[in-house]
C-alpha cells in the first residue's frame, strides 16, 4: 500500500523560508516522479514542481527561482522568498500507472 506523508509545513512572515519533506512507505520514490502541488483555498490544485525519476526539474512560474525541489529517499521542497500569496496546503504527488497518490498535505501560511 503506498502512503505519502507530508511535514514541514507552518506560519512564517513573508520574506522566510520553509522545507516541506514528503516521506513514502510502499514505494522508493527515487524511482518515481513525484510532484509537489498546492491548493490555496477557493482555487484549484496547482502544480508547484516536480522532479523525474531521471532528476530533471520543472517548477510553477509563480515559483520560479524561488522554490527548489530535490530527493534523497525522501523529496524536498525548499521554499525561499516566501510571499502570502504562496498560502495554501502543499499535497506531494506520486502517479503510478492510472493511479494517482496523494499525502493528507501541510499547511503553509505566509502572513504579510
Known amino acids: 500500500q503506498v502512503q505519502l506523508v507530508e511535514s514541514g509545513g507552518g506560519l512564517v512572515q513573508a520574506g522566510e523560508s520553509l522545507r516541506l519533506s514528503c516521506a513514502a512507505s510502499?514505494?522508493?520514490?527515487?524511482?518515481?516522479?513525484v510532484g509537489w502541488y498546492r491548493q490555496a483555498p477557493g482555487k484549484q490544485r496547482e502544480l508547484v514542481a516536480i522532479?523525474?525519476?531521471?532528476g530533471n526539474t520543472n517548477y510553477g512560474d509563480s515559483v520560479k527561482g524561488r522554490f527548489t525541489i530535490s530527493r534523497n529517499t525522501a523529496v524536498y521542497l525548499q521554499m525561499d522568498r516566501l510571499k502570502p500569496e504562496d498560502t495554501a496546503v502543499y499535497y506531494c504527488?506520486?502517479?503510478?500507472?492510472?493511479?494517482?497518490?496523494w499525502g493528507q498535505g501541510t499547511q503553509v501560511t505566509v502572513s504579510s
Open positions: 510502499g514505494i522508493i520514490l527515487s524511482n518515481r516522479d
Open positions: 504527488n506520486v502517479k503510478i500507472s492510472i493511479l494517482n497518490y
Open positions: 522532479i523525474t525519476s531521471g
